[in-house]
Nanobody
Framework: QVQLVESGGGLVQAGGSLRLSCAAS????????MGWFRQAPGKEREFVAA????????YYADSVKGRFTISRDNAENTVHLRMHSLKPEDTAVYYC???????????????????WGQGTLVTVSS
C-alpha cells in the first residue's frame, strides 16, 4: 500500500515562498490522484489544491489560486506544492492525500479519501 510523507514546511515571512513535497512509497503512484489540504488551528481541514493521475489537470481553492502551484513527478513518485506570496492566513498543517477513485477535494470529500500523510507545518509570520 502506498504511504505518503510530506516535507518542506517551515517558518517564512509574509510574501515569501515555500515548496512542499509529498513522497509516495510503492509502485502504484500513478494509480492515485493527489491533493493538498490544510488545517489551521481551531479550524476544519480544507482543500488547497489537487492534480489528476497524469498531471494534465489541476484544481485550486480560490484562496490560493494564482499563488500556489501543484505538480507531480510520476517518475519520482512525488507531488509538489509551490507556494508564493504567502500570507499569515496560510499558516496551517499541510496534508497530502491520495485517492485512486477520483480527484481529492474535487470529486471526493475530505472524509472519504483513501490515503493521508502525517502533515507538515507551515507558519507564515507577519
Amino acid at each position: 500500500q502506498v504511504q505518503l510523507v510530506e516535507s518542506g514546511g517551515g517558518l517564512v515571512q509574509a510574501g515569501g515562498s515555500l515548496r512542499l513535497s509529498c513522497a509516495a512509497s510503492g509502485r502504484t503512484f500513478t494509480s492515485y490522484a493527489m491533493g493538498w489540504f490544510r488545517q489551521a488551528p481551531g479550524k476544519e481541514r480544507e482543500f488547497v489544491a489537487a492534480i489528476n493521475w497524469s498531471g494534465s489537470s489541476t484544481y485550486y481553492a480560490d484562496s490560493v489560486k494564482g499563488r500556489f502551484t501543484i505538480s507531480r513527478d510520476n517518475a519520482e513518485n512525488t507531488v509538489h506544492l509551490r507556494m508564493h506570496s504567502l500570507k499569515p492566513e496560510d499558516t496551517a498543517v499541510y496534508y497530502c492525500a491520495a485517492d485512486s477513485r477520483a480527484v481529492p477535494g474535487v470529486s471526493l470529500g475530505i472524509g472519504g479519501l483513501e490515503l493521508w500523510g502525517q502533515g507538515t507545518l507551515v507558519t507564515v509570520s507577519s
